[in-house]
């Protein structure tokens, strides 16, 4: 029998053998301006998606990528309740952005990623003037925004459903 092999969906333990100790800590925590970006993923019904990997990608304090010294990549399971933590530090805006961080997530039922932007809900004045998030309908650019608390910033990630994060095409 030829052909190509039919899609398959991933999962349910997508993330086991993927994560490894350092990669929910961009920064040490003692990194000036550490915080943790964290969050839930709910899948379309509002559940807690106990098995999925988020992956962060992000630019310097400076905005500059690739700086010696700053990985600028995360990774993370989630946990029973579709907690996930990143322990990095605020981006700067890069080529006039507002600063953000590339989100990508894995988890059951996707055929692929599907990757997402968080901007930071305390960058009001860069986030009006970026490019991307202008593409976004208003009433929808809440779903890119972590607000601030006392951990870092909350970010949470539904796949479906109402408030359904908004997800890129790349």
Same mark, same amino acid.
């Given at each position: ?10 999962? $349910? ?77 605020? $981006? ?79």
């Amino acid at each position: 029998m030829t052909g190509p092999t039919p899609s398959q969906t991933v999962g $349910p333990y997508l993330s086991i053998g993927l994560t490894w100790a350092e990669g929910p800590y961009v920064v040490a925590g003692d990194a000036p301006g550490a915080v943790w970006l964290h969050g839930r993923i709910r899948d379309g019904a509002g559940e807690p998606i106990p098995d999925a990997l988020v992956e962060t990608w992000q630019a310097d304090p400076r905005g500059r990528f690739h700086t010696p010294g700053f990985r600028g990549f995360g990774r993370c399971g989630t946990d029973d309740d579709g907690r996930w933590a990143i322990r990095t530090v605020k $981006p700067g805006p890069v080529e006039g952005r507002a600063p953000h961080v590339a989100v990508s997530v894995f988890a059951r039922g996707l055929l692929h990623r599907v990757v997402t932007r968080l901007y930071f809900a305390d960058e009001a004045e860069a986030n009006g003037g970026d490019e991307v998030l202008a593409t976004v309908p208003p009433e929808r650019r809440h779903t890119l925004l972590a607000g601030r608390d006392d951990e870092g910033y909350r970010f949470d990630i539904r796949l479906q459903g109402d408030d359904e994060t908004v997800f890129f095409d790349l």
